[in-house]
């Protein structure tokens, strides 16, 4: 299955994967794996990635579905 990839902030710089193929039943922990070994200065962001999928935030265990847009973002500083 195909699952798209979106980043923001400083992570867009890192050149990770617009999109994926991922067997079905793939879970966000497995899919960051197969965006480090691409991308792999994005693994150094792992401890403190935000992760969504869709509009809402997701954990490491959610399961992906086929045509998922998954957002990853740097922690949110405000002021």
Same mark, same amino acid.
């Given at each position: 299955?195909? #699952?798209?990839l979106?980043?923001f ?5 890192? *050149?990770? @994967?617009?999109?994926?193929? $991922?067997? =079905?039943?793939?879970t966000?922990? =497995?899919? /960051? ?9 994005? *693994?150094?962001?792992?401890r403190?990635?935000? $992760?969504? #999928?869709? =509009?809402a935030? +997701?954990? !490491?265990? +959610? #399961? /992906? !579905?086929p045509?998922?847009? $998954?957002?990853?973002? @740097?922690? #949110?500083?405000g002021g």
């Amino acid at each position: 299955m195909t #699952v798209r990839l979106q980043y923001f902030s400083h992570l867009k710089n890192l *050149r990770g @994967p617009d999109c994926l193929e $991922v067997p =079905e039943g793939t879970t966000v922990a =497995e899919l /960051l794996e197969a965006v480090f070994t691409a991308a792999p200065p994005l *693994r150094d962001w792992d401890r403190h990635l935000l $992760v969504a #999928v869709g =509009e809402a935030y +997701a954990g !490491r265990k +959610a #399961v /992906l !579905r086929p045509g998922d847009l $998954v957002s990853l973002m @740097p922690p #949110v500083q405000g002021g």
